[in-house]
């Protein structure tokens, strides 16, 4: 595996991320996806909320062989897979994604490939930044969220502002609980 050439390919690709405002009065459901990792599996979940109101209307998890290690920066080569099988048939206004967008030292993050792929508004919304990673994010509370793909840091810090409980987002609280195995996602104490 060449990484320089990864890296190379992340930069270009980067070029084709846009920003642009949305209408978040015209939001009706906002998604998030996570994967948690035990031995060689992934478990990724899918979490469909209502917007602005974060009522959970579906939840969907899948468990595969992990296919490629985790190497710092390199995260979209490892959680792309599981992330679209994920989505796969699914419908949303805009994607939360666990992990960078733009804020990501190549500015392309797994957040931006899984906005590109998709061709859909997405936010990447990670819990520490990136070692030398630029100033493309806001930090809302817990969350250091940024650009995904066809949406713009204003409009993403709206979104998330409407949807945080205790400093991160609530659709993606529930993602990660599910990724980890709960089953009974109302009752858990989220963060």
Request: hydrophobic share 40%; with cysteine.
């Amino acid at each position: 595996m060449n990484l320089e050439k990864i890296a190379k390919i992340q930069k270009r690709l980067a070029k084709r991320i846009v920003e642009r405002p949305i209408d978040i009065s015209k939001l009706r459901t906002i998604a998030a996806v996570d994967v948690s990792y035990r031995k060689n599996k992934a478990r990724g979940a899918f979490v469909l909320c209502s917007f602005p109101s974060c009522e959970v209307l579906k939840t969907k998890t899948i468990e595969i062989e992990v296919s490629f290690p985790y190497i710092p920066t390199y995260f979209f080569l490892r959680e792309t897979r599981p992330i679209l099988i994920l989505l796969k048939g699914e419908t949303f206004d805009v994607l939360l994604v666990e992990g960078h967008g733009k804020a990501h030292p190549r500015e392309y993050g797994l957040a931006s490939h899984i906005g590109l792929l998709l061709g859909k508004p997405t936010i990447g919304v990670a819990k520490k930044p990136l070692h030398g990673t630029n100033k493309n994010f806001i930090k809302i509370g817990k969350a250091y969220v940024s650009v995904g793909n066809l949406i713009n840091l204003d409009s993403a810090r709206e979104i998330i502002e409407l949807i945080n409980e205790g400093g991160y987002p609530r659709p993606l609280k529930i993602a990660d609980k599910v990724s980890k195995g709960a089953e009974k996602w109302k009752n858990l104490d989220l963060l």
